[in-house]
């Protein structure tokens, strides 16, 4: 069944940079498109960054310029690269396919920026 194991989350300060990777199976990644999803504490999951199957990315207005979204289709791997952080980057990560969900949602990964 469809599996998704986020990681890399963590405690950094306002301004620092982290890099997300969510390992997916289950389903053939590489036609699929990806995206990775915020939720911030007391609020709606929502889309920040997507990547086609083809490569083609794009960006919630809130995270242009500053996040960048990557994926290995060798590793059945997606990336998110998170640079001048912000406290209201705070919230759970999650990745997905960013039209149709696959699967459950899995655990997410934790973001938590300091002033």
Not at 41 to 52: D, F, M, Q, W
Not at 59 to 67: L, N, P, T
Request: aromatic share 8%; charged share 15%.
């Amino acid at each position: 069944q469809v599996q998704l194991v986020e990681s890399g989350g963590g405690l950094v300060q306002a301004g620092g940079s982290l890099r997300l990777s969510c390992a997916a199976s289950g389903f053939i990644f590489s036609i699929n498109a990806m995206g990775w999803y915020h939720q911030a504490p007391g609020k709606e999951r929502e889309l920040v960054a997507a990547i086609t199957s083809g490569g083609s990315r794009n960006y919630a207005d809130s995270v242009k310029g500053r996040f960048t979204i990557s994926r290995d289709n060798a590793k059945k791997t997606v990336y998110l690269q998170m640079n001048s952080l912000k406290p209201e980057d705070t919230g759970v990560y999650y990745c997905n396919n960013p039209t149709r969900v696959l699967g459950s949602w899995g655990q997410g990964t934790q973001v938590t920026v300091s002033p």
